[in-house]
């Protein structure tokens, strides 16, 4: 059965201490929870992973980065490896967020080699995707998210995709308080679903999670979070405040 995720993209936001208070109270919470199925996740900058992953040590809240280096290591200023990452405890990455592709000129080719890299040195990868406004008011939606998919992720095998988590996330709804409808996240997560199950073996599609992000609140989240092919939520803003954290893994 695959999994339902609740994953807290941080983005640039907490500090140092303002990570460790979080963690300190989300763990208090988190373990009043029956998580049964569920797992919780949450991606605070590179200079807090450390500390992150340290104080979630024993209880079932995982760490991810937000970004990593395609290269395994050498002359690349700025950057930060896979092999860093994973030598801070950290398994998971996110991998093509649209702030990525749209400030930092990530394609569907580069990340396919972030993708490649994140596997070779066993991180899981939460992989985003989604159209922009334009093309969902041009009726393009379903092309451009099925490229960025072949893309990115066609090249690999079956087993492979045991370390993926998709998430899609629609531009137009990230940080704008614009939602997508619960209609318009099933019918682009089971079209997802079913371009993977025409490319691999059913066992594939139906073990994927598809985690649906953009302006997802306590308020939306029931609602969104019941339909069949939403498995989770990636969350940005209301990951941040330990209390709407909460609410959104008891939706779920
Ligand atoms: P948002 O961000 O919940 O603030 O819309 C989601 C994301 O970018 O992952």
Redesign the pocket.
């Known amino acids: 059965m695959r999994s339902k995720i609740v994953a807290g993209?941080w983005?640039m936001n907490k500090t140092y201490q303002e990570t460790k208070s979080f963690v300190k109270e989300l763990t208090k919470e988190v373990k009043k929870v029956k998580l049964d199925n569920t797992r919780v996740i949450i991606a605070p900058s590179f200079t807090n992973l450390q500390k992150a992953s340290k104080k979630t040590k024993g209880c079932k809240i995982e760490v991810a980065a937000q970004n990593m280096c395609a290269m395994e290591s050498g002359a690349f200023t700025g950057e930060i490896s896979a092999s860093m990452i994973k030598n801070v405890h950290v398994d998971i990455v996110i991998l093509g967020?649209?702030?990525r592709r749209e400030y930092f000129g990530e394609t569907n080719e580069s990340l396919a080699a972030k993708v490649n890299t994140a596997l070779k040195n066993k991180l899981e990868v939460i992989f985003?995707f989604g159209e922009v406004l334009e093309d969902r008011k041009s009726k393009n939606h379903f092309k451009v998210v099925e490229e960025q998919i072949k893309e990115a992720l066609f090249h690999l095998t079956s087993d492979d995709w045991k370390h993926i988590i998709l998430?899609y996330?629609p531009v137009w709804?990230?940080?704008?308080g614009e939602t997508a409808s619960p209609e318009q996240a099933q019918e682009m997560h089971a079209f997802v679903r079913e371009l993977v199950a025409e490319r691999y073996i059913s066992d594939v599609s139906e073990e994927v999670s598809i985690l649906y992000?953009?302006?997802?609140?306590p308020a939306n989240a029931k609602e969104i979070f019941s339909k069949e092919d939403v498995d989770g939520?990636?969350?940005?803003?209301?990951?941040l405040k330990v209390d709407d954290f909460v609410a959104l893994i008891k939706a779920i």
């Open positions: 993209n983005k967020h649209s702030e985003c998430a996330e709804a990230i940080g704008t992000g953009g302006s997802v609140k939520g990636l969350i940005g803003g209301a990951a």
